[in-house]
Nanobody
Framework: QVQLVESGGGLVQAGGSLTLSCAAS????????MGWYRQAPGKQRELVAI???????IYADSMKGRFTISRDNSKNTVYLRMNNLVPEDTAVYYC????????????????WGQGTQVTVSS
């Protein structure tokens, strides 16, 4: 299995920036797509961005421009750089990873982190 641990959340003023990190550990044959989701109070969890193993990013339309996703495969870590934050970005941010535990796996499994709180004050 794979365990994910997020870090980097906190309180920031509007207009500020934060970088979230998510490190994967455990026994995985390979880790494929990694991504970030967020859930604001009273709202459903929504996609922020996904990045393929090869480094190709996919962003939710509303996240384009201010957020940048990246990864370091040597560290099994995915990052989310968030710029020009606004109070509406306040949410718990979760990372996930699709992985296989052996070369014979025909489908990917998905792991989720425990979430990290981001609070943007006005």
């Amino acid at each position: 299995q794979v365990q994910l641990v997020e870090s980097g959340g906190g309180l920031v003023q509007a207009g500020g920036s934060l970088t979230l990190s998510c490190a994967a550990s455990g026994n995985a044959f390979s880790i494929d797509d990694m991504g970030w989701y967020r859930q604001a109070p009273g709202k459903q969890r929504e996609l922020v961005a996904i990045i393929t193993r090869g480094g190709s990013p996919i962003y939710a339309d509303s996240m384009k421009g201010r957020f940048t996703i990246s990864r370091d495969n040597s560290k099994n870590t995915v990052y989310l750089r968030m710029n020009n934050l606004v109070p509406e970005d306040t949410a718990v941010y979760y990372c996930n990873a699709d992985f296989r535990i052996s070369s014979s796996d025909t489908s990917f499994r998905r792991a989720w982190g425990q979430g990290t709180q981001v609070t943007v004050s006005s």
